[in-house]
């Protein structure tokens, strides 16, 4: 998908007849983008972020998530080590270049990558998801994700529960950096399987997913227990 | 399932006729169930039940899990509380009732059930399945699940990733019994959410599944990301 922004590349000098005006590269807008570990600071973005992914996938009938909720299930106290639980990356962007990102966890080094992008992003929000750090950084996506356990293979694994961009910076190889930054997680880690769920209409996320080397399994089907019919197992007589 | 064992209830005695031969009802045999946590000891049963469950899912081309394997990720030392990482509950069952059974976690108590059926279970690989605690107890079962994150609600729920009961132990009730023991702990802890996948071809599975409660949801597909595709990932220029 960062592909889809750069256009095709400029011709080679000696391919360029000498009667032709030459072709004059439009100037690019960079832009930078970091990925590091959300904390429970995240948690205002956070929780309008995810309603952002309900409104998407049709899906607000579910959602239920506060800022206190999710500051309490996401970030409990004392944190469990990162990895091991449920954990966010949250990505970044900025018009300047980040200044150096500490490594909070041993496992894991904030990611950078710098776009450069044919016309400036109009983000009409901007204020809305400026992030705490100051400066001109806009939280433009998350990725949410927690260990599984393929049993097959008896090594851990992920779950990628949400994967995020905010509509502006869609299309643009921000997607690409978030699923990256959680396959290239897995393998360092050694860990044997990422796995995820996808709407069946969602085809762009489908050919993206593809492209990134995911298989779509067609004969699995997704089985839920909530609200009521879960709670009413509490009492039930096993 | 655990209805269709029992077989209709007998006739009141008004209805009938003095001169029929009164219905002798047929002797029952008890089984006594016991669900409890894992522990180590149980990797080599549990091997060889995940196996089984490869041969039935038609997927044992996936299967890598060795004893050590199994043993290192589900049993780390030292070992997470339970029910906050991979969780593994042992189906046991025996003709004499269980002895009183020591509660190893203030979060659960180990279940127990008698089933009465209607014939004695034969089992051919009783000595293969044979509990380490002696006497007549031998594993049936397993369900093998860990917290996830449906982000919509913001609250822990359960994934189940396995959830198999031994060949001939099946439609008896079992499966609905560890089934229950996770809805429970779930509806206990006030988890928002069970999930799991089935295979679509499996329509005792999904028959059995939507008599519990749960909704099998029709538009949402598995992505997988493994081998040498996540590998690959280790490498990546994001």
Redesign the interface.
Known sequence: MAAAAEGPPPPSPAAIPETTVPEITPPRHPLFARIRLATIFDVPHLHKL?HQ??TFER?TH?????EV??AA??FPNPP?RPF???TVFILEVSPSPFPPTPQTDPNFSP?L?TFHLDLPIEDTEKEVFRSGIGGDVVVAGFV?F????????????F?I??LFVREPYRKKGFGR?LF??V??Q???MG???????????NVNA?QF?EQ???????????????GE??????H?N?
């Open positions: 995810i992914m309900a899906l579910l959602f239920t998530a506060t909720s999710l299930t996401l469990p091991t639980s449920f990611i990558k949410l927690f260990p599984n356990y393929p049993s097959f293979l008896a090594k851990p694994g779950y529960e949400d950096m990256t930054a396959g290239a897995a393998a360092k860990y044997g399987r990422v796995e995820w769920v996808v709407l069946d209409w489908i997913y990134m080397g995911a298989e779509i399994l067609p004969d699995w089907r997704v089985c839920r227990l909530t019919a879960l709670e009413s197992f509490a039930l096993i």
